[in-house]
């Protein structure tokens, strides 16, 4: 998602007022409740939609 638009996890994580390894951690899928809250910011800032998790 960062790669297609030529960014790095610096600009996004200065954008959230979070460290870089924060941010990267959320994104590799950590699920502790700031880890979740951090990657729907980041699907906010960039518009992603979110894909929802199959049940199953």
Partial sequence: MLLERDMTQVEPAESLN?????????IHEDMSPRSIQIRQEVHKVLEIKQRRKRRG
Avoid: D, G, T, Y
């Fill in 18 to 26: 979070v460290k870089p390894q924060v941010l990267n951690r959320a």
